[in-house]
């Protein structure tokens, strides 16, 4: 039997080009993150410190947990070379706090959290032919919000273009979606059953915020009988071996994959 492990957040890779997704987690090749990909985190930081002080009651203001965002950019756990970047650590900072607080006075009000940065139990899934699929992720980007439809997920994406014309991006996101969906009935025994919310937090041009709605992502994960979900495609590409190459991926390029000097299939 093989076990292979996949974080709810690498799905939506796997679907866009597998053959890369295979270098980066089959094959260990990790390629560093840039100023950006630094800001993202620092964001994250911020408002999940500012949900879990409404969750335990500590209620700090936007401005005491902006702190976290400043000291996040400042400190990250692995070298950020910010000289080859389109942003600076201060614009970084300008736009990391603007959103922050547009976040915590806009955006977190709306919601009644139960949990932020929830850690989830692993779950294991016996595909067949030989392969397990070990299912994991921590929510920490995540929250789980009680709405008049029960229980649904939050899930916080910051990005250049996460939001447009003031709705947030959903698209690609439904595989992480119905993966925390899973781990979290998995982890706590109790149904989601609201649709998820994707809350997009854009750091380009004029910061912005947007929510968009998914629905059926945990259906799209596990399949019905009319259709296999994608553990199952998944699972079907590890008992193969056979990762499929999509060079009409939007991020097929030098820049955005870590494969395309050794790819034979990118023109
Ligand atoms: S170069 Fe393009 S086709 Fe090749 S692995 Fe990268 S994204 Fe996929």
Not at 57 to 72: F, I, P, Q, W
Not at 124 to 150: A, F, H, N, W
Not at 201 to 216: S, V, Y
Request: proline share 5%; charged share 20%.
């Amino acid at each position: 039997m093989s076990v292979t492990t996949i974080r709810a957040s690498s799905w939506g890779s796997l679907f866009d080009c597998a053959y890369k997704w295979e270098w980066i987690h089959i094959l260990g090749h990790r390629s560093p993150s840039g100023p950006r990909t630094q800001l993202g985190t620092a964001i994250h930081a911020s408002t999940a410190a500012f949900d879990s002080s409404r969750i335990n009651g500590s209620n700090l203001s936007a401005y005491d947990t902006a702190e976290m965002l400043v000291h996040t950019l400042r400190n990250p756990d692995y070298e950020v070379d910010w000289r080859g970047s389109d942003i600076t650590l201060a614009q970084a900072e300008a736009i990391g706090l603007k959103l922050h607080t547009m976040y915590c006075n806009e955006v977190s009000p709306r919601y009644d959290f139960v949990a932020v940065e929830l850690t989830t139990k692993p779950l294991e899934i016996d595909c067949g032919g030989g392969v397990i699929v070990r299912l994991t992720g921590q929510l920490d980007r995540g929250r789980i919000c009680k709405t008049s439809q029960g229980l649904g997920i939050g899930d916080v994406k910051s990005g250049g273009a996460s939001v447009v014309k003031g709705v947030a991006k959903t698209k690609g996101h439904a595989p992480q979606i119905g993966t925390y969906e899973i781990l979290y009935e998995h982890t706590t025994g109790e149904a989601i059953t609201a649709p998820a919310h994707i809350i997009g937090l854009k750091t380009k041009g004029t910061p912005e915020t947007g929510i968009g709605e998914i629905r059926g992502a945990k259906q799209m994960m596990v399949g019905t009988e009319e259709f296999p979900g994608l553990i199952q495609i998944g699972a079907d590409m590890l008992r193969t071996g056979l990762f499929p190459p999509n060079p009409q991926s939007f991020l097929c390029s030098a820049k955005y994959c870590p494969r395309w000097s050794s790819c034979p299939y990118h023109e």
